[in-house]
């Protein structure tokens, strides 16, 4: 595969280009997170720029990732003018350190725009690559983002903090295993990506698509999804011809795109790639959307990201496959064969469970955005209910390990959870549960309820950080133990009882589900303003602090730019239906009624006899339809206007969901409705027939 990496500074290029010293330094600090040395700084960088220049590129970019969910670069050229020209240069400084100023990113209060210092600093741990973009060609550098005080002001600066939490607790963990080989754990994330595609001509004409990224009207067509005759279907020339160019793309850049298919929906995807450690994957997450779109623009297409474009089928989610794997060779959730490994696997395990358990609110809150409340608890794929599933054959052994001693099957008479006990473990011995949000799926975890327009890096830093708060918890207590076996298997023991109650191997989607979820005490979070409070309880920010991953400050700001962000999302949408309504909806059911108006004098002119009963009820419902349309119209600017009004953020975002939300769904019914009417020739917007079945 000679494209594979083609644009990647990748280690393989860094060998062959560095001096040996420098090569073995940084790769050093690459694998084991150490600090990078300054003195190698300039060495490296003009290895990186000779090497893009051959490829053709004139610029770089510090490439980083703020607030709001997508990324950022400021390109800068590597001319440095001299007496007689100018040359290709780039320095040490300009590798590690960039300041682009960029003081419009949300920052929560972090700080004021005249305080314009931001800087980025060099990942080096995240591969340099190369941008083709029409024909320009920009080195793109991995990089965190902060600002003049030290604070982060991006996805990727707590994403590494987690990640070096969650390393320092899980070795502590191996440790009392008796393992001496591991330096670190990492983890490891595969994200399945999913999208919809629609003809550009369609989007051009649908100002929702365009404002909002979901449609805030359309009527069901007489086919959505039920013959579930799209999902793994055969897909279409013109989409394979665009996965085939996404994959190239992707590929160039070393990004491992490995699976693809039609996803439930009409007109909907999945791009899946291999699992790599988390920083990467977040990067390579955010190459994989912005490359579904640029790819699609040039196929006349466009990539829907949003977590719920069409009503009235499935929206679009990500799943995210979470694991750990220490640097000596070990994935800490393979339950193994042997008993010895079985015991650490299960405590791991059992980590996991009592972090989903405990940090259940976290773990919903770091999905919550304004588009996946059309999904969590609405009637889809997963609920709003954070549980576990594990398959029949571990939640058997979660029970045996609650009753203290295992059932049977083994020859040992004397069988003890935990060391000697567990029968040997049949990797994918249980069947699949697709609607649990927290699956337990052979050697790792996917988490289910990420949008698919997210940065995964919230969803992952909380992982890491509730994962690794649960282990340090087993640490804490197994580090003074004198007997390990007996004080483990007791901590085993009382750990399963304790968060037993998350476990859920049955259908998610049910009714008799969300009783039980509450019966049990588990929460039940049905949206934005609600989850997001979950980011600043007082146990949430001591243990962010507790494990170094955000500041106080930090998670305040965070929490902030999120409800910002939750209110600017709904206002825009507010504002396009209105738009919609006023500019192009209730102004063609007004010239269908005239036409319908005149046909009914037509008739009735030619003789009085005629019956024109036909026309007068479709005109009934026309102005019935119009009148209501044109009261919600009114109550939705009144409710947006008040909403508006209020100062704190907060209640803010509270009275966009009660009041505003609540109007945007009465409106969208009289729009809908009168579509269904409305002559198509009139109508103005393509319809979900068009745009969903029509590649
Ligand atoms: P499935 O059939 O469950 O979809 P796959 O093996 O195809 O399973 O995996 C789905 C995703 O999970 C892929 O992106 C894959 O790379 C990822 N994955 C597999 N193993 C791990 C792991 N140890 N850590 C993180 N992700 C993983
Ligand atoms: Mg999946």
Redo the contacts with the bound molecule.
């Keep these: 595969m000679e494209i594979f990496g083609k644009n990647v500074f990748n280690q393989t290029v860094m060998r062959e280009r560095l001096p040996k010293g420098v090569f073995k330094n940084l790769k050093k600090t690459i694998d084991e997170g150490l600090p990078l040395d300054p003195t190698i700084a300039d060495v490296v960088a003009t290895a990186m720029k000779e090497w893009a220049v051959e490829r053709g590129a004139t610029h770089f970019t510090h490439w980083f990732q703020p607030m709001t969910g997508i990324t950022a670069e400021k390109h800068d050229s590597f001319l440095t003018p001299t007496e007689n020209g100018a040359l290709l240069e780039f320095s040490g400084k300009e590798l590690v350190k960039g300041e682009p100023d960029a003081s419009s990113f949300p920052s929560g209060g972090l700080r004021a725009t005249f305080e314009a210092r931001g800087y980025t600093a060099w990942d080096c741990t995240s591969p340099a690559f190369l941008r083709e973009e029409a024909d320009v060609i920009t080195l793109c550098i991995p990089s965190a983002f902060c600002s003049y005080t030290g604070e982060a002001l991006d996805k990727k600066t707590p994403l590494l903090r987690s990640m070096q939490a969650l390393s320092t607790q899980a070795l502590r963990v191996l440790k009392l295993f008796g393992n001496t080989t591991a330096s670190r754990v990492t ?6 990506q999913e999208y919809f595609l629609v003809d550009k001509s369609f989007f051009l004409k649908r100002p929702d698509l365009m404002m909002a990224g979901r449609t805030l009207f359309g009527a069901m067509p007489s086919k959505g999804q039920e013959l579930e005759d799209h999902y793994f279907g055969t897909i279409k020339e013109r989409v394979l011809s665009y996965m085939k160019e996404v994959n190239e793309e992707l590929w160039k850049l070393g990004v ?1 795109a ?2 693809q298919h039609n996803e439930v929906a009409p007109g909907q995807f999945e791009l ?4 790599e450690n988390t920083n990467i ?1 977040t990067d390579h997450n955010q190459m994989v959307m912005d490359v579904l779109k640029r790819v699609a623009i040039r196929h006349d297409m466009v990539c829907l990201m949003h977590e719920k474009p069409f009503a009235g089928v499935n929206g679009s989610g990500k ?1 995210n ?5 220490s640097n000596d060779g070990q ?1 800490l ?2 339950p193994g064969n042997t008993p010895h490994e079985n015991a650490q696997f299960l405590t791991f395990l059992m980590a996991t469970i009592k972090a989903v358990d405990t940090y259940a609110g976290l773990l919903r809150c770091s999905c919550a955005n304004a588009g996946n409340d059309h999904r969590l608890g609405a009637n889809e794929a997963p609920p709003a209910i954070i549980s576990v599933f594990l398959g029949d054959q571990l939640a058997d052994i979660l029970d045996q390990i609650v009753a203290g001693k295992a059932k049977s099957s083994s020859a040992h008479a004397d069988m003890k959870i935990g060391v000697t006990t567990l029968p040997a473990l049949i990797k994918d011995a249980t069947d ?1 549960n697709r609607t649990s949000p927290f699956a337990f ?4 975890f ?1 988490f289910r309820m990420l949008g698919s327009s997210f940065s995964i890096s919230g969803p992952n830093i909380i992982i890491n950080t509730i994962i690794a708060d649960a282990l340090k918890g087993f640490a804490d207590k197994l580090e003074k133990s004198k007997s390990f076996s007996a004080d483990l298997e007791k901590l085993l023991q009382e750990t399963a009882k304790k968060h037993k109650r998350v476990v859920f191997n049955g259908n998610n989607y049910s009714d008799e589900w969300v009783k039980e979820a509450k019966k049990r005490g588990l929460l039940n979070i049905p949206n934005t303003p609600l989850a997001l409070k979950e980011l600043v309880t007082k146990e949430a920010v001591a243990l962010f602090v507790a494990h170094k991953v955000f500041t106080e400050k930090e998670i305040h700001s965070r929490y902030e730019i999120m409800v910002e962000q939750y209110v600017k999302a709904l206002n825009i949408e507010a504002l396009t239906m209105i738009d919609m309504a006023n500019h192009s909806i209730i102004p063609t059911a007004i010239e269908f009624a005239t036409t319908v108006a005149s046909s009914i004098i037509a008739v009735a002119a030619v003789s009085g006899k005629l019956n024109v009963s036909t026309q007068k009820e479709l005109l009934e419902e026309l102005t019935n339809k119009l009148a209501s349309m044109n009261s919600n119209v009114k109550a939705l600017e009144k409710a947006l206007e008040s909403a508006l009004n209020i100062a704190d953020l907060e209640k803010q975002a509270v009275a966009f969901r009660e009041k505003v939300f609540t109007k945007m769904l009465e409106l969208r019914a009289d729009g809908d409705a009168l579509e269904k009417i409305i002559a198509a020739k009139y109508w103005p917007l393509p319809t979900y027939g068009e745009m969903l079945f029509i590649l």
């Design positions: 983890s490891t994330v595969g994200a399945e491992t490995k699976t899946a790639p291999i699992f994957a799943h496959n979470w694991s750990m794997s994935n959730l393979e699949r799926t052979g050697n790792k996917e």
